[in-house]
């Protein structure tokens, strides 16, 4: 009676060893890190147009009537009514091309580690009628470049 229970014991501890927990949460891992990325990268472009365009229409804007106002900071003689206008669009311009560097840094580093995460059938030895059988289960394999 001994053996037996000490057999089952062995026999159940080393099915629950091999034996490996299915999740459906690390199966949409890749196609996260892709989703991701595509966002990322049309918040990239969508800063850089915007920013864009908003030189573009800096440039449309129209200079307006010269000032009688002397500038002490900068050495230009004439001053016109829309300076600080087209100055304003021109620094959100720059700044909003200028955040969407980090987008575009962050999608790529998205979509190498979606490209890095695959799925592969492993072979995991399982006890079956007192012997071990390598069988096909289902895997997540991540690459990790060194």
């Given at each position: 009676m001994k053996k037996i229970t000490?057999?089952?014991?062995?026999?159940?501890m080393a099915h629950f060893s091999f034996s490996?927990?299915?999740?459906?949460?690390?199966?949409?891992?890749?196609?996260?890190?892709?989703?991701?990325s595509k966002k990322q990268k049309k918040i990239g472009w969508i800063?850089?147009?915007?920013g864009a365009a908003m030189f573009v229409v800096s440039a449309i804007i129209p200079e307006g009537e010269l000032t009688d106002e002397i500038n002490?900071?900068?050495?230009?003689?004439?001053?016109?009514?829309?300076?600080g206008i087209k100055?304003?669009?021109?620094?959100?311009?720059?700044?909003s091309m200028l955040g969407s560097i980090p987008f575009?840094?962050?999608s790529g580093k998205n979509k190498k580690r979606a490209a890095s995460i695959s799925f592969i059938n492993g072979r995991v030895p399982q006890l079956v009628k007192?012997?071990?059988?390598?069988?096909?289960?289902?895997s997540l394999n991540l690459k990790i470049s060194l």
């Open positions: 000490i057999c089952l014991l062995l026999t159940a490996q927990q299915t999740s459906t949460t690390t199966s949409k891992v890749e196609t996260d890190y892709l989703k991701k800063l850089i147009g915007s002490y900071t900068c050495l230009c003689k004439n001053i016109h009514e829309n300076d100055g304003g669009f021109i620094v959100v311009g720059a700044l575009f840094i962050a007192s012997s071990f059988v390598y069988r096909s289960i289902p």
